[in-house]
């Protein structure tokens, strides 16, 4: 399978973020929508999977789990869509280099966050919810007891938990970025997805299915979630943004500023 070099990804995730903050808001918002509902489909996908599974399984059925969640950075990464998580990584890069004004980010990640919350509410409510799919027995308990655990972090541990988690989701979205083909591109996104959800990190877009779940069937309340945001998505913005994008860009600043100036180059050769 072809891949690209670490220098060529970091010079690739430069323009993802350029095109990211270039999207008409029409597009921005029904792609916002699809990332909000893809990882939920991912995530409704483990509660299904896992929630009757023997207790005396223990950690094994959390691998099982985490090993089913990744479809929907999958779907998004290939079929399209935008997650907030992974903008956290690929917009810092472009405004790192330059290309990108810091308010563009800002305008990026407020509506990324409104569009991926209307979606992952829309398959909490519509498919869990309406088609009973998380309203009782074993898959509701799942969904009670998971949210419950998110909730009860106080805020300097969901806020370190998030950053463990937006690093490794951060490096699943470098990583699709190295691969050439869509084999690649799965085997890139899975293996670093798998392992957050296995240690229990806490994912801004992923709290707003589960938890919102949770609050649709009688549990925990609206101010309890957004006491849980704000921890969650301050976390996961240090992960993305400086433990990959800051990280990458200091080591490969040389790199990226000979590509920028190749550009340049070649667009006013192709100008004269």
Not at 151 to 179: K, R, T
Request: glycine share 12%.
């Amino acid at each position: 399978m072809a891949y690209k070099s670490p220098q060529d990804i970091a010079a690739y995730a430069v323009e993802a973020g350029v095109k990211k903050t270039s999207l008409n808001f029409k597009s921005m918002m029904l792609l916002g929508f699809l990332g909000g509902a893809y990882i939920s489909a991912g995530y409704l996908l483990s509660v299904r999977v896992t929630a009757s599974l023997p207790a005396e399984w223990g950690t094994f059925g959390s691998f099982i789990g985490a090993a089913v969640f990744p479809l929907g950075l999958i779907l998004i990464l290939i079929a399209g869509g935008e997650l907030l998580t992974g903008n956290m990584m690929a917009v810092p890069m472009a405004c790192l280099t330059g290309r990108v004004r810091w308010s563009r980010l800002a305008h990026n990640w407020f509506w990324i966050t409104v569009s991926n919350f209307a979606g992952a509410l829309f398959v909490a409510y519509f498919f869990g919810h309406l088609a009973e799919l998380t309203t009782s027995g074993a898959f509701l308990e799942k969904v009670v007891d998971t949210a419950g655990h998110k909730l009860e972090a106080d805020f300097w541990p969901a806020l370190i938990s998030a950053v463990g988690c937006n690093w490794l989701v951060g490096l699943a979205v470098w990583l699709s970025y190295g691969a050439e083909d869509i084999g690649g591109k799965i085997a890139a996104i899975w293996f670093p997805i798998m392992a957050f959800v296995a240690i229990g990190f806490q994912h801004v877009v992923a709290n707003m299915f589960i938890i919102p779940a949770a609050i649709f069937e009688g549990y925990f309340s609206w101010g309890e979630y957004f006491g849980n945001f704000i921890p969650v998505f301050l976390g996961n913005a240090i992960g993305g943004a400086v433990l990959v994008a800051l990280v990458y860009w200091q080591s490969y600043q040389g790199h990226l500023q000979s590509v920028s100036q190749a550009d340049k180059q070649e667009s006013r050769e192709i100008q004269g």
